[in-house]
T-cell receptor
Framework: EDQVTQSPEALRLQEGESSSLNCSYT??????LFWYRQDPGKGPEFLFTLYSAGEEKEKERLKATLTKKESFLHITAPKPEDSATYLCAVRATDSWGKLQFGAGTQVVVTP | DTAVSQTPKYLVTQMGNDKSIKCEQN?????MYWYKQDSKKFLKIMFS???????INETVPNRFSPKSPDKAHLNLHINSLELGDSAVYFCASSQPTQGSEQYFGPGTRLTVT
């Protein structure tokens, strides 16, 4: 069965203190790995899709990378507005759009 | 110009009641989904419709019945509500092509007392 494990569960950063979140996955065939951001009381907001090992995508202070077994979300010089729960999800080739989510990493950035 | 909208935002009801949640998307997507997020914030898919046809039906009690009147709408009806049904329910939509990202609604917080 497809599995997605995110670590750490929670991360507390000082403003400007760069760090990385990990998403380890097991899937029969990867059709896509997705990163979402979720703010309290809101729906997940799409950030990136990665399709193959070696691929990287960037958006402002966020950079997502992908290997055959895991993905990293790097947060460079974070600001308090980067505080959120970051969710990782995988879509398998034999699924019909089904996303398997990890439990998320809650990031708090303090001024 | 909300992309994926859900009503109501909050739903408080007693055990045994029947309730519905509505979802609409204006993105022109063919595929829509229902997810459940439990108290531990874990998101799990329940159903998916592609162009009004049910294509994903996870292991969900048959008290839950989705209905898609057209490809822009996907509703969720829940019969005989139980305490364990308390959660946040999210609707999402995407294009049916492999690897397409899903866009989520704001969620409906259901509390069963």
């Amino acid at each position: 069965e497809d599995q997605v494990t995110q670590s750490p569960e929670a991360l507390r950063l000082q403003e400007g203190e760069s760090s990385s979140l990990n998403c380890s996955y097991t899937v029969s065939g990867l059709r896509g790995l997705f990163w979402y951001r979720q703010d309290p009381g809101k729906g997940p907001e799409f950030l990136f899709t990665l399709y193959s090992a070696g691929e990287e995508k960037e958006k402002e202070r966020l950079k997502a990378t992908l290997t055959k077994k895991e993905s990293f979300l790097h947060i460079t010089a974070p600001k308090p507005e980067d505080s959120a729960t970051y969710l990782c999800a995988v879509r398998a080739t034999d699924s019909w759009g089904k996303l398997q989510f990890g439990a998320g990493t809650q990031v708090v950035v303090t001024p | 110009d909300t992309a994926v909208s859900q009503t109501p935002k909050y739903l408080v009801t007693q055990m045994g009641n029947d309730k519905s949640i509505k979802c609409e998307q204006n993105l022109g997507h063919d595929t829509m989904y229902w997810y459940k997020q439990d108290s531990k914030k874990f998101l799990k898919i329940m159903f998916s419709y592609n162009n009004k046809e049910l294509i994903i039906n996870e292991t969900v009690p048959n008290r839950f019945s989705p209905k898609s009147p057209d490809k822009a709408h996907l509703n969720l009806h829940i019969n005989s509500l139980e305490l364990g049904d308390s959660a946040v329910y999210f609707c999402a939509s995407s294009q049916p092509t492999q690897g397409s990202e899903q866009y989520f609604g704001p969620g409906t917080r259901l509390t069963v007392t």
